[in-house]
């Protein structure tokens, strides 16, 4: 028997909300992925858009009732895009085991606060829908005592760890994280974030294009790079700091850039967009080489993979280990967060542990996110 999840995903880019309808086979204990049946991307309506990124731009700081308000909004562009996944599929809503909506993350700061918040009531998506989603997948990760994140390696570990030769799986999100993927052995997998991706030169593109991000490269690929420019972003401790760690938009943006460069704005606006380009692609290649010095092979996913520029900085700097896209194995790069989010759920509502200990630090597995009935 086939089993059907849907796997709801909005990183740090803000771009808009990704939904894959996963197939999943019916062996027990463990099903297996099988494959992404149907997909759908939707939208943020814009000022809903900008509310958002302002909040992941600065300290939060909002009154109880824009969060009531931020809670829904969020939810309802969730459950608008599974509808646009559904109708995709083809499939009877009875057809879905459960929804897994991973949310809109406003905060997070486990180890100061205990904290982190995803916004996206799922009370509200499993009532639009009628369809039982399971939400928060977390915070139960942060109350066993690991970082809540990041929660995806251990869906790139069950699909591409397998393999005989050491992989790593590479998003290219608003931030760029890397799993380690050594071999079989889930005990040996481990995951950071490296730095900024496409969530900076989207704030740079916007800036000097007006356009939400440099489309294929071609802005950045018209520039010079800097080095003096990159020396001074690459002196950032984050990048030299050891793993576990984890950052986000609030420690990389344009005021970060002018700290670290006071000259930026006398700078051609295509040579930053190159450079910022180049920081990606070094921080990435730098983490890779000395974290997973056996590398072979790194698969790539996320929206940075339709920036040529950036796949090709990372491909000469990567060699001679070999950058690939995820389709490769198996799932299309613009698949793969919204089906860990999938199969997340299937985890959960199989009663097995999603989080990966040695990955987020967690003393324990846990079974992660709370169930909402449809
Ligand atoms: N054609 C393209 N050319 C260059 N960059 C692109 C293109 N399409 C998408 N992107 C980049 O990918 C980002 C979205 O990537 P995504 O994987 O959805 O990130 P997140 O998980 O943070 O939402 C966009 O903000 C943009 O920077
Ligand atoms: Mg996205």
């Given at each position: 028997m086939t089993e059907y999840f849907i796997g709801l995903m909005s990183g740090t880019s803000m771009d808009g909300i990704d939904a894959a309808v996963c197939a999943f086979d019916d062996t027990l204990p463990e099903p297996r992925f099988l494959r992404v049946h149907a997909h759908a991307s939707g939208h943020y309506p814009a000022p809903l858009r900008e509310r958002l990124l302002t909040l992941q731009r600065t300290v939060p700081q909002l009154s109880l009732r824009e969060l009531a308000e931020l809670d829904r909004d969020v939810a309802q562009a969730f459950a608008d895009t599974a509808e646009l996944a559904l109708e995709a599929a083809?499939?009877?809503?009875?057809?879905?085991r459960a929804v897994g909506s991973h949310g809109q993350t406003v905060f997070h700061d486990p180890a100061a606060t205990g904290g982190s918040i995803q916004l996206g009531n799922p009370s509200w998506i499993a009532q639009k829908l009628g369809i039982t989603t399971v939400a928060d997948f977390r915070r139960a990760d942060v109350a066993a005592g690991?970082?809540?994140?990041?929660?995806v390696p251990a869906f790139h570990h069950a699909l591409f760890?397998?393999?005989?030769l050491p992989r790593v799986a590479l998003n290219l999100g608003g931030i760029a994280n890397i799993t380690l993927?050594?071999?079989?052995?889930?005990?040996?997998v481990s995951g950071f974030d490296t730095g900024p991706a496409n969530g900076l030169m989207d704030e740079w593109a916007e800036r000097?294009?007006?356009?939400p991000y440099d489309e294929g490269g071609e802005f950045a690929a018209s520039g010079q790079l800097q080095a003096e420019l990159l020396e001074a972003l690459l002196g950032d401790p984050y990048f030299a700091a050891a793993p576990p760690k984890s950052t986000g938009r609030g420690d990389f943006h344009l005021d970060w850039l002018r700290r670290r460069y006071?000259?930026?704005?006398?700078?051609?606006p295509a040579d930053v967009q190159r450079t910022l380009c180049e920081l990606t692609a070094r921080t990435v290649a730098d983490a890779i080489r000395n974290?997973?010095?056996?590398?072979?092979e790194v698969l790539a996913c996320g929206g940075?993979?339709?920036n040529h520029l950036l796949m090709e900085r990372l491909a000469a700097l990567l060699a001679p280990i070999a950058l690939r896209s995820s389709a490769d194995a198996g799932l299309d790069p613009q698949h793969v967060e919204a089906a860990a989010f999938a199969w997340l759920a299937m985890r959960t509502m199989h009663g097995?542990?999603?989080?990966?200990p040695a990955v987020t630090g967690a003393k324990r597995a846990v079974v992660l996110g709370g169930v909402y009935r449809g």
């Open positions: 083809r499939l009877p809503r009875e057809a879905i690991g970082q809540g994140a990041p929660l760890g397998a393999a005989t993927l050594p071999g079989a052995n889930a005990e040996a000097h294009l007006g356009k006071p000259g930026l704005d006398t700078l051609p974290h997973g010095p056996q590398t072979r940075g993979t339709r097995l542990p999603g989080n990966l």
